[in-house]
């Protein structure tokens, strides 16, 4: 049991940081914080992030997340997907955030619910807005089974 760590913050300020995402080279942290009277996207060298921080988004941000290769940063600003280009390898610097989508998703409130795989492509929650009908989230069990069923492995 003496493996256990204390939990320290790594930041601790009068502002609300939350919502950390970890570069995938582990150099940077990316995280949201109201510091400036409304919730944006910053970003620190980790682990020191106390040394200084970037603010990325210029209109509200919340909820990074970094490109599987560490190229750009992606976030949500109001209803929108915003990308912003970065290179991370020998300083940390950023281009314009751009949107990258402007359609109907559900983006959330507080946590990350959308993902991006290592192709590249996202995953995320189409908003059906007053949508007569409902949803519906489709559950095969034993899956597997019917595959060998109809799959036989010789």
Wanted: no cysteine; charged share 20%; glycine share 8%.
């Amino acid at each position: 049991m003496g493996f256990w760590r204390a939990i320290e913050p790594l930041l601790s300020t009068p502002s609300r940081e939350y919502n950390a995402a970890l570069s995938p080279d582990g150099r940077w942290l990316a995280y949201e914080s109201d510091r400036s009277g409304q919730d944006e996207i910053y970003v620190s060298p980790f682990p020191d992030v106390t040394a200084w921080s970037r603010q990325v988004s210029n209109a509200g941000g919340s909820t990074p997340l970094w490109a599987p290769d560490g190229r750009e940063l992606f976030y949500v600003s109001g209803d929108r997907l915003m990308g912003v280009p970065v290179q991370t390898v020998d300083e940390f610097s950023y281009e314009s955030p751009a949107v990258v989508f402007d359609e109907a998703y559900y983006f959330g409130n507080y946590h990350r619910n959308y993902d991006i795989g290592s192709d590249g492509r996202f995953l995320m929650i189409k908003d059906v807005g007053q949508a007569t009908t409902p949803a519906q989230i489709v559950v095969v069990e034993n899956w597997t089974r019917e595959l060998l069923e109809r799959v036989p492995v010789n």
